[in-house]
């Protein structure tokens, strides 16, 4: 079954808030968190990851957390823009390398 | 520098055709990748190819078959086309194995009859 969860499918932000996208994983022998954006009619991109043995990584506009207390990824997207309107994937790697992707949170941005 | 180039983008199939699909890749990456995306479940992996010459099984590999032709192309085959192979299929490429970025295609539309 799934190893990595969306906490919820569709997220609505007014532009110009910050955007919080949940993410639970349930391996806890997880080393490596991604997170990817998916427009429409798109392949995945890459946004940003995150290593286990850190619990926080800044990017442009990004930050991803990480909780392995409890098993939870956050991604949080500053100023949100039209733009960012996308579904967005996490993905961990487990122990095996494999990669799993949850199921994806469709963000849309309300002008 | 076009990345990762799928063909075809869009393939309406009958039940029992087969079709390749067909992948490359220009970065000089070792690991190309065939996932399936089905609404509500993400991407799964079909196989991979950690790097030339050799390809893996990933997580549902039935009624596929790839093959890494070379270093830049990965090609997914499908010999006898069922509805439940109606999907968008990714290929994705990176340097080697998941220690970082996968690079994606734009993905193939595939309907089976």
């Known amino acids: 079954g799934e190893s990595v969860g969306l906490h919820l499918p569709t997220l609505s932000v007014q532009e110009g808030d910050n955007s919080i996208i949940n993410c639970a994983y349930s391996?806890?022998?997880?080393?490596?968190f991604i997170w990817y954006k998916q427009e429409s009619g798109k392949g995945p991109q890459f946004i940003i990851d995150?290593?286990?043995?850190?619990d926080k990584r800044q990017g442009q506009r990004v930050t991803v957390l990480l909780n392995k207390t409890v098993k939870h990824l956050s991604l949080q997207i500053a100023a949100t823009q039209p733009g960012d309107s996308a579904v967005y994937f996490c993905?961990?790697?487990?122990?095996?390398?494999?990669?799993?992707f949850g199921a994806g949170t469709t963000v849309t941005v309300r002008a | 520098n076009a990345g990762v180039t799928q063909t075809p983008k869009f393939q309406v199939l009958k039940t029992g055709q087969s079709m390749t699909l067909q992948c490359a890749q220009d970065?000089?990456?070792?690991?190309m990748y065939w996932y399936r995306q089905d609404p509500g479940m993400g991407l799964r992996l079909i196989y991979y190819s950690a790097s030339e010459g050799t390809t893996d099984k990933g997580e549902v590999p039935n009624g596929y078959n790839v093959s890494r032709l070379n270093k830049r192309e990965f090609s997914l085959r499908l010999e006898s086309a069922a509805p439940s192979q109606t999907s968008v299929y990714f290929c994705a490429s990176s340097e080697q194995g998941y220690t970082g970025e996968l690079f994606f295609g734009e993905g193939s539309r595939l309907t089976v009859l």
């Open positions: 391996n806890s022998a997880s080393d490596y």
């Open positions: 995150i290593r286990s043995n850190m």
């Open positions: 970065m000089n990456h070792n690991s």
């Open positions: 993905a961990e790697r487990s122990n095996d390398y494999k990669l799993s």
